[in-house]
């Protein structure tokens, strides 16, 4: 997760972080990414089940109910041993998190054991009694999934009005005064909208947005062939950045952040290099302190039926249950060779990863989509967009 507001336009400092000691558990949401410990950010895909068809969906999500799901009660020890652990976020998501009836219930036992929980949504379902709900219970965060205008979004959620229920889902989330955000998946069909999300920001008043880069996993990784090229994603970074500055500029700032593609910290300072090389130092220190992509170490995942995977997207490769052994433990279990070698991946990516100047500040970005496209784990992310030069430079 790489935070273009905070980085570019400076609304972070490296002695922000430092000023709470970099711990976990001490530092506000907005700087989780900087912790020194890597206590995970926990996603739980609570459940399998969906009222839409996304066609990029990474949990393959079906409208039918998944009879293996954790019953509530087996949820509440889950929640137990995370806390236990010093989880500082747990993530409710699924497919469609609102379609289990007990995920209110749940979320308020998280906030109850001191963990700030989240909700990834598509906001189809927020009335404005599930808003209050929410609001009561105390939420963090709604993440509401949002992929263009009306009709680009309506093709990407596979249901015909999806557009109008999310905006009336972020309506009422705002009425009740819960902080809510935008979710962008960015692709060929629909990085042209990326202008339009910063209107509906601006114009809606909403606070936050992240927007991914494609990830190609479940039904993501039919998508490959409709990513964008590397060219088209350098182009569509820099106008994120530049509508970042403008409403910044403006004096309507925005937390606008980039997931799932780690080039996007070089490449943010390579640019302030050239503009402001005094706000690039400062930068560098966040990277720093940001270690680039977290996956089964600073991040994991609980699937609706009890397996841990190292996030979201590696559901082909299970650690363990939490039925048969708490989370914890096999957090901190070793013996499986990509969870050890996940926990220090810089010592086992290849090629140019292995080579790159920046590799302390990438982490090696993503290693499920290289091995989406290789079949090698430890191949190098073939979304990245830096250029062989722009990654040839001294080792930091």
Not at 223 to 244: A, G, N, W
Not at 361 to 384: K, L, M, Q, S, Y
């Amino acid at each position: 997760m790489i935070g273009i507001s905070k980085l570019y336009c400076g609304t972070v400092e490296p002695s922000d972080a430092l000023r709470y000691s970099r711990q976990s558990k001490d530092l506000p949401s907005h700087l989780l990414q900087f912790s020194i410990d890597k206590n995970p950010v926990v996603v739980w895909n609570i459940t399998r089940q969906c009222n839409l068809k996304c066609i990029h969906c990474y949990a393959q999500a079906k409208a039918s109910l998944q009879e293996n799901e954790l019953t509530s009660a087996e949820g509440m020890r889950l929640i137990d041993d995370l806390a236990d652990m010093g989880v500082p976020v747990l993530l409710f998501s699924g497919g469609e998190p609102l379609m289990r009836p007990d995920m209110p219930e749940l979320a308020e036992y998280a906030v109850q054991k001191g963990m700030r929980a989240v909700i990834s949504t598509n906001g189809t379902l927020i009335t404005r009694d599930i808003a209050k709900k929410l609001k009561n219970i105390g939420l963090s965060y709604v993440g509401i999934s949002l992929d263009g205008m009306k009709n680009i979004n309506d093709r990407f959620r596979g249901v015909e009005g999806a557009f109008g229920m999310a905006l009336a889902g972020i309506e009422n989330c705002q009425e009740a005064g819960i902080k809510v955000g935008l979710r962008f998946t960015i692709n060929r069909f629909n990085a042209g909208e990326i202008p339009a999300i910063f209107d509906l920001l601006e114009e809606r008043k909403i606070p936050r947005v992240c927007f991914y880069h494609l990830v190609y996993s479940g039904r993501g990784s039919e998508m490959v062939k409709d990513d964008l090229s590397l060219e088209e994603t350098r182009k569509s970074v820099d106008l994120i950045i530049d509508r970042t500055r403008r409403l910044h500029d403006a004096g309507k700032p925005k937390e606008v952040l980039t997931v799932d593609n780690h080039a996007d910290g070089p490449y943010i300072y390579l640019r302030l290099l050239k503009e402001n090389p005094d706000r690039a130092a400062e930068v560098m220190e966040l990277l720093k302190m940001n270690e680039g992509n977290n996956s089964g170490r600073g991040i994991g995942c609980v699937s609706w039926d009890g397996e841990v995977h190292a996030d979201q997207f590696w559901r082909h490769h299970s650690f363990g249950n939490v039925r048969q052994r708490p989370f914890s433990t096999i957090w901190n279990d070793l013996s499986d060779p990509l969870m050890k070698g996940l926990k220090n991946k810089k010592k086992h990516v290849k090629g140019r990863c292995a080579g790159c100047c920046w590799l302390p500040i990438c982490g090696g970005n993503f290693r499920v989509r290289a091995e989406a496209v290789t079949g090698d784990v430890w191949a190098p992310d073939p979304a990245c967009y830096l250029t062989d030069a722009e990654i040839s430079g001294p080792a930091i």
